[in-house]
T-cell receptor, first 114, second 113 residues
Framework: GAVVSQHPSRVICKSGTSVKIECRSL??????MFWYRQFPKQSLMLMAT?????????EQGVEKDKFLINHASLTLSTLTVTSAHPEDSSFYIC??????????FGEGSRLTVL | AQTVTQSQPEMSVQEAETVTLSCTYD???????LFWYKQPPSRQMILVIR??????QNATENRFSVNFQKAAKSFSLKISDSQLGDAAMYFC??????????FGKGTKLSVKP
């Protein structure tokens, strides 16, 4: 079956630095990918929709200058958390869409900002 | 705007018994899907079952079935013959035509041996 891979699975960084998380569709082309954020013991919150070759669409309340999304190819979307602070520590999950309604989730990336 | 409400933060079921998880939703989309996802401690999201809103017939997937009441905007999940491996967080979700999902707060299911 289709696989979506995220890297890194865990990352620890210092406050003020930037961190990049990659989301790859391994065996299909994904014109659309989605980024979610999940705080401990909470639900997944949609952050943005990443469209190949165009700007990402951000959900209300998500700072686009802080969470930079790039979807440069049909198999890769990246989320960069810029000038990270402890409150950005969270679990970030991507999903990729194949043929519209077939959605596949990555394994998630745990970000800890010290 | 879309919202998903799961009113049961935690549920418990005896192994081999049946349990039903509740979900209600609201959406302005005319074409939408409804989903149940399972999230075990590994945090990997696993699709349990999916329902197209335009289909009246309830979706089933082995031991998992849904009761979809479109007029009431209700989408409950029934797990039959519960197994220890079913223990996890269960999230109900709805998505519009683009495929972006809105999730409920989740129900933590425990299975007692």
């Amino acid at each position: 079956g289709a696989v979506v891979s995220q890297h890194p699975s865990r990352v620890i960084c210092k406050s003020g630095t930037s961190v990049k998380i990659e989301c790859r569709s391994l065996d299909f082309q994904a014109t659309t990918m989605f980024w979610y954020r999940q705080f401990p013991k909470q639900s997944l919150m949609l952050m943005a929709t990443s469209n190949e070759g165009s700007k990402a669409t951000y959900e209300q309340g998500v700072e686009k200058d802080k969470f930079l999304i790039n979807h440069a190819s049909l198999t890769l979307s990246t989320l960069t958390v810029t000038s990270a602070h402890p409150e950005d520590s969270s679990f970030y999950i991507c999903s990729a869409s194949r043929d519209g309604w077939e959605l596949f989730f990555g394994e998630g990336s745990r970000l800890t900002v010290l | 705007a879309q919202t998903v409400t799961q009113s049961q933060p935690e549920m418990s079921v005896q192994e081999a018994e049946t349990v039903t998880l509740s979900c209600t939703y609201d959406t302005s989309e005319s074409d939408y899907y409804l989903f149940w996802y399972k999230q075990p401690p590994s945090r990997q999201m696993i699709l349990v079952i999916r329902q197209e809103a335009y289909k009246q017939q309830n979706a089933t997937e082995n031991r998992f079935s849904v009761n979809f009441q479109k007029a009431a905007k209700s989408f409950s999940l029934k797990i039959s013959d519960s197994q220890l491996g079913d223990a996890a967080m269960y999230f109900c979700a709805t998505g519009g035509s683009q495929g972006n999902l809105i999730f409920g707060k989740g129900t933590k299911l425990s299975v007692k041996p």
